[in-house]
């Protein structure tokens, strides 16, 4: 009677959100001081001040809540086009930059503006859950490289082989959700010159997109090189829902960059498609108060003060995972005493109240994300936990 491949693919629902669901059960039955859940990362700090009071001024403004061109409106285009290109070896103007509905809305559009259905996506594993939703909405397939090792850095000769006469797309996420990864400038120089190595043999261009809603939140002095720089078929996709903590309303853009050829039909697809998938432009509130606060960046030391608190104290445990160089999560290896991710997931919501994220929703099975965007209280509560978790299972004290 329905879409078989969308019953089917509610039938495999995200596991972030079953967790998630899971949580508020056992909130239910333990107390929610009892429960750690380290399932999804939704920002739980509040946008700025000053933010919510210049959107609350801006609900005043005359014309803010009229139609607004297709691709967003003219002002806030002209700022973020100026944010990017004062960070850029290459200028880009505002007609290279399209208002969304969030990084999603974004991903969404490019597709649909750029794929054939049955042509392909190629993006590394372990990758955020949705992409391969987002291909199939428009007909195409993904298709995964796994990383190198246990470092998750792209696998240059997987990534070779990878590519077919259809794909079109090379889809990135750094810093990386569910790892942490970030890839290095020259990482990247070694995808580009595959790129243009395939997009010479198969004569036609394969983009770089580069999904980075994580950008701002960085460790160490790591920093996320700017793609539009070092491709020139690069597109970047953003939002604010990290970076400001405006999960809830959706909104992002996509900028391409300056080199990329026939740009202006590319962009008359996309600004078609951004009104015509359904969910149309960005919010208009919203774009107006984000191209006010570009600049402002998140508290990444409350970020890194629970990274290296958890690290410390699970690994001590004989807990085995890399430390972020940037976004808000660990990915943990399931230890041995399980046969997969999904086991060890369910083990220890049941049995200690831990909740995470198996890694096969991810595609990278053997593992479970952990997301430390919680408050430093909840850290600290799920220690005796950990503690008696690790002692059940027999690992190094």
Known sequence: MYSKQIVKNCANASFIRKMFEKGLELAKQYG???????????????????????????????????????????????????????????????????????????????????????????????YFVEYGFYAQNVGAHLDTVETESTDFLPNIEGLRQAIQPDTRILLLNSPNNPTGRIYSRQDLEAVAGVLREKSAEFGQPIFLVSDEPYATITYDGHQVPNVLDLYEHAIVVNSFSKSLGLAGERIGYIAVGADVPEVDTLMDALIFCNRTLGFNNAPALAQKVVAEYLDVLPDVADYQAKRDLLYKELTALGFEMNLPEGAFYFFMKVPANFESSVDFANYVADKHQILVVPGSGFGCEGYVRLSYCVKMEVVERSLKAWQALAAELGLKK
């Open 32 to 126: 929610p001081e009892n429960v750690y859940d380290f399932s999804i990362g939704n920002p739980f700090a509040e946008p700025p001040v000053d933010l919510r009071e210049r959107m609350k001024e801006l609900v005043d403004q005359p014309g803010v809540h009229r139609y607004m061109p297709n691709a967003g409106f003219p002002d806030v285009r002209e700022k973020v086009a100026a944010f990017y290109s004062a960070r850029s070896e290459k200028p880009i103007p505002a007609s290279h930059i399209v208002m969304t509905t969030g990084a999603a809305g974004a991903l969404n559009v490019l597709f649909k503006a750029i794929l054939n259905p049955g042509e392909r996506i190629v993006t590394f594993a372990p």
